[in-house]
């Protein structure tokens, strides 16, 4: 059973960090992209970053200098740090498996919370 | 730039059938797209991938009652014998040159 473990959410200053992993079991991990999508509550989905199966990585404009994606195939997990964190990146973040060349995503984690606020 | 258009809102009744589309914006119209299911309170759940030909896959679980189609640029999502848990956010999402892309998510209420 394919399975994506969040964990690292929080509450933060804005201006600070936080780190989120995400453990996978249940697939052969480094043949798999790994995605992270947020939702703000109350808001639809948005991408966040990827890293591919051969440590190829992309954000949009909004987390990018901000955000850092890396994956560790030895211990089959994802993190995602987070530095200059600002009040809008509050979310629920998703790690999801994306299938390779195609980018779409056929997992999903249940997600963290991590709220930027003083 | 690639970006994925759905109506905000559907509404179909109980036992009844209804079809979701999402429009990939002009010159996108060979991307596969997944579509993506999320209940009240629930995280996203992956339905299906549909791919260019118009072929579809579904994931794990998923009843036969969904199923996916594609004409052009447009793809679409169809769920028949509609059930109340079906009630939900559906959202497609695909992949342009290293950027990921939701579309806005269609809220269905099952009447």
């Known amino acids: 059973e394919v399975q994506l473990v969040e964990s690292g959410g929080g509450l933060v200053q804005p201006g600070g960090s936080l780190r989120l992993s995400c453990a996978a079991s249940?697939?052969?991990?480094?043949?798999?992209?790994i995605h992270w999508v947020r939702q703000p509550a109350g808001k639809g989905l948005e991408w966040v970053s990827t890293?591919?199966?051969?440590?190829?990585?992309y954000y949009p404009g909004s987390v990018k200098g901000r955000f850092t994606i890396s994956r560790e195939n030895a211990k089959n997990s994802a993190y995602l740090q987070m530095n200059s964190l600002r009040a809008e990146d509050t979310a629920v973040y998703y790690c999801?498996?994306?299938?390779?060349?195609?980018?779409?995503?056929?997992?999903w984690g249940q997600g963290t919370l991590a709220t930027v606020s003083s | 730039q690639l970006v994925l258009a759905q109506s905000p809102s559907a509404s179909a009744s109980l036992g009844a059938s209804v079809k979701l589309t999402c429009t990939l914006s002009?010159?996108?119209?060979?991307?596969?797209i997944a579509w993506h299911q999320q209940q009240p309170e629930k995280g996203p759940r992956f339905l299906m991938r549909?791919?260019?030909?118009?072929?579809?896959i579904k994931g794990d679980g998923i009843p036969d009652r969904f199923s996916g189609s594609s004409s052009g640029a447009e793809h679409y999502l169809t769920i028949s014998s509609l059930q109340s848990e079906d009630e939900a956010d559906y959202y497609c999402?695909?992949?342009?040159?290293?950027?990921?892309?939701f579309g806005g998510g269609t809220k269905l209420a099952v009447l």
């Open positions: 890293i591919g199966t051969a440590s190829d990585t």
């Open positions: 999402q695909t992949w342009d040159t290293g950027i990921g892309v």
């Open positions: 549909l791919n260019s030909d118009g072929s579809h």
């Open positions: 999801a498996r994306g299938l390779p060349f195609l980018g779409v995503v056929d997992y």
């Open positions: 002009r010159g996108h119209g060979s991307h596969a």
């Open positions: 249940g697939f052969t991990f480094n043949r798999y992209d």
